[in-house]
C-alpha cells in the first residue's frame, strides 16, 4: 500500500513540474501604491490591481501565449530589482532616457506625453518654466519633470515617491507649484477643486519596457507583440478606456505603422559611449562633491538640532519622573512609552502630513527637527534618569544640611555629576540620530541620503556611491566621538562637586 502510495505521489509531482514548465509565466515589476491610472489597486478589491499598464502587460502575455505575474516594487528601484533579476520587464510609466538605457534595454515606445504644470487656483503669476525660479516646486523622484526643473536652475526642487502626497503639499501651502507626467496631473490634479493646469504642456517623453541587457530574445518578442497591439488598435482602446488617449501618442503610433528605415532600431538600441576609467572616476569625483555640497549641511545641521532639543526634553522629563508629584511624573513616563514604543518613521507622518488637517503646517526642516528631537528625547529622559539616580543619596543629604533647597542641590550637584555619567550613552544616541535623519527623506527634505539615492538612481551607480555616503556617514561621527572623550576628562567628577569645600554650591 505504500509503495503505491508512493507512486502515485511521484508521479503527481513529475506531471505538476510538466505543467508548471509547459505554463510559461511572464512576471513585470511595477509600483501600485497610488500609481494610479498606471498600475494601482481597485478601490473596491484591495486585493485586485488594475490600470491601463495592467492591461497592456495582460495582451502581451496573451499574444505571447504566457501567463502574467505581477511583483510589486518601489517605482525608484524598479532598474536595480529588473537588473537583479526580481522579474522580466519592468513597466510604470518609465521614460526612455540615455542614463536608463546604458542599464537596462528598451522596447519601442508605447506611450507618448508631456509634463503638466499645476498651481493653486488663486496663484496668477506662475504660467510656465521661466516663472517658476525662486520657487519651491514638487515632483516625482528620479522623473523626467525632476531632470528638466533641476536642469532649468533656479528652482527649488522637492522630489516625492509619490503622486498624491505633492499635490497635497500644494493644496496645504508647503509647495508653489507641482510638475509631473501628463497622466498623473489628469487623475490626481485636475480633479482637486483648488488647483489649477499653468501654461502649455511642457517637454516630452516617450514611456518603455525596460529589460536586461542579457534579455535579446524577449526584447524582440515583446517589441513584436507591441507593434501586434499598436497595428490592431489595442493600445488605442486601453488608452481611450482609460481616458487618456492623446495627440502625442496618435502621432507616435502612425509613424511607427510606416516607419522609416532604422526608425524603430532607435528606440530599441540607444548607443551609448563606454566610460573609461578617467571618466568614471572624475564622475565619482563630481557625485562626491555634490553629496558634500548639496547633502551634508542639511545633515549636520539636522543632526546638531534635533540632539539639542531631544537632550533638553530629556532632562526635563528625567527630572520630572524622580522629582515632581505623581500625576506630572504619570504624565513623563506616559510621553517616553509612546514615543518609543512607536515608529519614528510614523510619527514624521503625524508631524508632517497630519497636523496640516489641524491646520498646522511646519516645513520639512522644522519637521524633522520637530520629529527627531520628539522621538530621541524620551531615550535620552531614560539616559538621564538612569545617571540621575546612579548618584549617591548622600550628595543630596548633605547639599539639604548645607542649607540648600532640594531644587539648588539637583540643580547644583545632582545634574552636573549624573550629566557626565550620561555622556557615553548619550553620544551613542546622536551618533544613531545623525545615522536615522536619513529618514526624513520621506517629507522631502533634502539631505544626504536623499541627494544618495536621487544620484544613484540616475546614474543607476548603488554600490559605488552607497560606499561613499556610508564613508561621509563614518566621518560625521568621529568628530563629535572625540568631543565626548574630550568632555568626559574635562566635566567635574563626584570629587570635584563634593559639597565640602563648597565652590560648586556658591
Not at 14 to 41: C, M, N, R
Not at 224 to 239: F, K
Not at 262 to 279: D, N, P, S, Y
Request: include cysteine.
Amino acid at each position: 500500500m505504500c509503495k503505491i502510495l508512493f507512486g502515485v505521489m511521484f508521479f503527481g509531482v513529475i506531471l505538476l513540474s510538466l505543467s508548471h514548465a509547459g505554463a510559461k509565466t511572464l512576471t513585470w515589476g511595477a509600483d501600485s501604491v497610488g500609481g494610479a491610472p498606471y498600475v494601482f489597486q481597485d478601490p473596491a478589491h484591495p486585493r485586485r490591481i488594475i490600470g491601463f499598464e495592467v492591461d497592456i502587460v495582460r495582451d502581451l502575455a496573451r499574444i505571447m501565449h504566457r501567463r502574467d505575474r505581477f511583483v510589486q516594487n518601489a517605482w525608484d528601484a524598479l532598474i536595480p530589482a529588473l537588473d537583479r533579476g526580481d522579474f522580466s520587464i519592468a513597466i510604470n510609466g518609465i521614460e526612455i532616457t540615455p542614463q536608463r538605457a546604458r542599464v537596462v534595454n528598451f522596447s519601442i515606445p508605447y506611450y507618448a506625453c508631456s509634463e503638466t504644470l499645476m498651481v493653486r487656483r488663486t496663484n496668477d503669476t506662475i504660467t510656465g518654466l521661466a516663472s517658476l525660479r525662486g520657487r519651491v516646486v514638487g515632483t516625482l523622484q528620479d522623473s523626467l519633470a525632476e531632470k528638466i526643473l533641476r536642469r532649468y536652475g533656479g528652482i527649488h526642487v522637492r522630489a516625492y515617491t509619490g503622486q498624491i502626497t505633492a499635490y497635497q503639499d500644494l493644496l496645504n501651502g508647503r509647495l508653489d507649484a507641482v510638475l509631473m507626467d501628463a497622466p498623473i496631473a489628469d487623475y490626481y490634479g485636475k480633479p482637486l477643486a483648488g488647483l489649477k493646469v499653468a501654461g502649455p504642456p511642457i517637454g516630452h517623453m516617450l514611456y518603455g519596457i525596460a529589460m536586461r541587457k542579457t534579455d535579446a530574445r524577449l526584447l524582440a518578442r515583446i517589441n513584436q507583440a507591441l507593434r501586434q497591439l499598436i497595428n490592431n488598435g489595442s493600445l488605442e482602446h486601453i488608452y481611450k478606456k482609460w481616458n487618456i488617449w492623446n495627440a502625442r501618442t496618435r502621432k507616435l503610433f502612425a509613424a511607427m505603422r510606416q516607419p522609416k528605415p532604422g526608425e524603430l532600431q532607435q528606440f530599441t538600441h540607444m548607443v551609448t559611449a563606454h566610460r573609461t576609467w578617467r571618466q568614471q572616476a572624475m564622475g565619482y569625483l563630481r557625485d562626491t562633491g555634490i553629496l558634500i555640497r548639496d547633502g551634508l549641511p542639511m545633515t549636520i545641521l539636522l543632526s546638531i538640532l534635533s540632539m539639542s532639543l531631544a537632550i533638553v526634553i530629556g532632562l526635563i522629563l528625567a527630572i520630572c519622573r524622580i522629582y515632581t508629584p505623581w500625576p506630572t511624573a504619570i504624565l513623563a513616563r506616559a510621553y517616553i512609552e509612546v514615543f518609543r514604543g512607536t515608529p519614528l518613521l510614523i510619527q514624521l507622518y503625524l508631524i508632517f502630513f497630519g497636523l496640516p488637517s489641524l491646520g498646522i503646517r511646519l516645513s520639512p526642516l522644522i519637521a524633522g527637527i520637530l520629529g527627531l528631537g520628539l522621538n530621541y528625547g524620551a531615550y535620552e529622559a531614560e539616559n538621564f534618569r538612569a545617571g540621575i539616580l546612579s548618584i549617591p543619596h548622600a550628595q543630596m543629604e548633605a547639599a539639604l544640611s548645607l542649607g540648600l533647597s532640594r531644587a539648588q542641590g539637583v540643580r547644583h550637584i545632582i545634574i552636573p555629576q549624573a550629566l557626565r555619567t550620561c555622556l557615553p550613552p548619550v553620544t551613542n544616541d546622536f551618533i544613531s540620530l545623525i545615522k536615522d535623519s536619513s529618514i526624513v527623506s520621506v517629507i522631502s527634505m533634502v539631505e544626504l541620503t536623499k541627494v544618495y539615492g536621487e544620484l544613484a538612481a540616475t546614474y543607476y551607480n548603488y554600490i559605488g556611491l552607497g560606499l561613499i555616503t556610508a564613508a561621509i556617514y563614518f566621518l560625521i561621527g568621529l568628530p563629535f566621538v572625540q568631543l565626548s572623550r574630550w568632555l568626559e576628562r574635562k566635566l567635574p567628577g563626584a570629587h570635584h562637586l563634593a559639597v565640602a569645600g563648597g565652590k560648586p554650591l556658591q
